[in-house]
């Protein structure tokens, strides 16, 4: 019988705001399951008992402990913490976006495209870019139907 490499030992804090989460009922069904499985693994059951408890897959019970030990309580919930990033665009640059998106189009054009727009911004001395994407420009004026291009 091998050791296993992920133990999980709840504190009395932790296994009551668990015992919270499963009795409930209010929360996604695999969230209540890895809740239940920390739950028995904290009993001292094996991965094949936890298994048969809860009803889920062999190796359900292996990935909950590995989570539990990587995040904490948060394992429950299957998404990792989305990363933190600024936008590109703030305010700013936004407002002169929906600015040069109502004025005319360059010489030659009917009208504004994503990708013209997107050099434009950068060409601005006001604002200081490398690079902006046309999917930036498209989501930004996607919010502001007025100054749609297309």
Known sequence: MSRK?????????ERAE?????????????AITRARIL???????TDAAICEHVGCSVGTPHRTRKAYSERGI?????????RDYTPKLDG???AHLVALA?????EGRTRWTYALLADRLVTLEEIEFDSISEE????????????TPL
């Open 5 to 13: 490499k992920y133990i999980v030992d709840l504190s009395d804090e």
């Open 18 to 30: 668990l015992e919270a989460f499963v009795t409930k009922g209010t929360h996604r069904a695999e």
């Open 39 to 45: 739950l028995k693994a904290d009993d001292g059951l």
């Open 74 to 82: 948060a394992a429950i919930h299957r998404r990792k913490p989305d």
């Open 92 to 94: 700013r640059a936004e």
């Open 102 to 106: 109502c004025s005319e189009p360059p």
């Open 136 to 147: 930036t420009v498209r989501q930004r004026l996607k919010k502001r139907p007025e100054a």
